[in-house]
């Protein structure tokens, strides 16, 4: 019965120090997906920018792509604005702006 109960508790353990980590995990990859959001966001908004400050109209069944480097060139995104491990930018259609980034560990939703 004393071997049963150690092995019990070793387990026990185990599983503890399991859930701990898939927690520890699930917070870090949450917190990597908010920043990545806002990134999205930042990008659209600079996007919109872009296209009201060029005068630029889409036609119906057209979409234009603005990417990261002409946003940053135009100075509409800061160089503590880019996320490094993220390429992409924009797709502007007539129903609006859609971020389209795709970085190491995240892509965008078209």
């Keep these: 019965m004393k071997r049963f109960n150690m092995l019990f508790t070793a387990w026990c353990i185990i599983v503890v120090m399991i859930m701990a980590g898939l927690i520890v995990l699930g917070f870090a990859f949450k917190k990597n997906l908010k920043e990545y959001k806002l990134y999205e966001k930042r990008i659209v908004s600079a996007t919109e920018e872009y296209i009201k400050d060029n005068d630029i109209s889409v036609k119906k069944n057209e979409e234009l792509k603005i990417s990261i480097n002409k946003l940053k060139k135009n100075k509409y995104l800061s160089k503590k ?8 930018g924009a797709i502007v259609k007539k129903t609006g702006v859609i971020p389209n980034i795709k970085c190491k560990y995240y892509k965008s939703i078209k």
Excluded: F, H, N, V
């Excluded at 604005?81 to 992409?88: Q, W």
């Design 81 to 88: 604005d880019i996320i490094k491990s993220c390429s992409g």
